[in-house]
């Protein structure tokens, strides 16, 4: 990924992912190369789920889902608005189990996500988004992704940022919205309380803007999910690194999932839906071909969700 030409972008914070389509295009691009091409079975049409769909997924033969910016590997949406990773390889299964066409709109923000959600304009998240027992409040959640929350740094760790404890007077970028923006927040006043200087906290649309923002030198650090923080380091090597690998960071177990309105009846027929996926081999498939094994959770769970510490 070339952040040259779009250094210049990262100059102001919550930026929406829409001026990136380039960026997004390329990306997008490295995955259908570098994911090997692992065979992914073709689902059977499961007569009892579909049976079991909300009327209205039933007669229009579609189910809606809100896509949230870009998350590579997960997904990116390309300038012709297809999704590719492993959320594409996802929807086609659960489309064919639940005999549907998955339909997915790109939405820039998590919040706006979420809203479209209770709103009703959008039947599911297929995601994966973090679990948290306050998103619970309005919203379920169909867990199959176990997460991690690192630091992307700059080439050496030359400001030497290994954890939470080093992020004091530092400009650390992250998600709008999400739950590594309420933990660096929530350690920035730890460090005021010691004594020490903030953090200073820069919170972008988009995960693409957030890396940039470290690699063009507005932000020390990029706080975020390990899955997608590899991926833009992999991209990045001569000038990105991870840091705090293998560490809590302010964190309990962090489960990621397919979000829906709450009690929607649509839930648990995704529940089961993953629970076919898991068995007959798909969603090992799946993660293991886009480089995600070390993300995969032992067994899909509604609202496994735990707070941060």
Wanted: with cysteine.
């Amino acid at each position: 990924m070339n952040f040259k030409k779009l250094a210049v972008a990262a100059a102001s914070p919550r930026l929406s992912v829409q001026p990136f389509r380039n960026v997004v295009a390329a990306a997008a691009l490295s995955f259908a190369f570098s994911a090997f091409a692992a065979g992914i079975p073709a689902q059977k049409l499961d007569k009892s789920l579909h049976a079991k769909l909300p009327a209205s997924i039933q007669k229009s033969g579609v189910l809606r889902d809100a896509v949230n910016g870009s998350f590579p590997p997960y997904y990116v949406v390309t300038p012709e608005k297809k999704i590719q990773g492993a959320l594409s390889d996802f929807s086609k299964a659960l489309g064919e189990i639940l005999g549907v066409r998955v339909e997915h709109t790109n939405i820039p923000s998590l919040s706006g996500t979420l809203i479209g959600l209770q709103s009703g304009r959008y039947d599911i998240s297929i995601g994966p988004i973090g679990d948290f027992p306050n998103r619970e409040e309005k919203n379920d959640f169909v867990d199959y992704v176990q997460e991690y929350v690192v630091f992307a740094v700059k080439k050496g760790n030359p400001l030497k940022i290994n954890g939470l404890e080093d992020t004091c007077g530092r400009r650390i970028s992250v998600m709008a919205g999400g739950s590594a923006e309420r933990v660096i927040k929530k350690q920035s006043d730890a460090c005021v309380k010691a004594g020490k200087k903030p953090v200073t906290v820069l919170s972008y649309d988009g995960q693409t803007t957030s890396a940039l923002a470290v690699r063009s030198g507005r932000a020390d650090a990029f706080f975020s999910s390990q899955a997608p923080l590899t991926y833009f380091v992999s991209q990045n090597k001569a000038y990105l690194e991870l840091a705090a690998v293998g560490k809590k960071n302010g964190f309990n177990d962090l489960y990621q999932g397919a979000v829906l309105p709450k009690n929607s009846a649509l839930t648990p027929v995704v529940l089961e839906a993953f629970k076919i996926m898991y068995k007959n081999g798909t969603y090992k498939a799946i993660m293991e071909k886009w480089g995600l094994g070390r993300n995969m959770a032992a067994h899909p769970g509604k609202n496994m969700g735990i707070d941060v510490k």
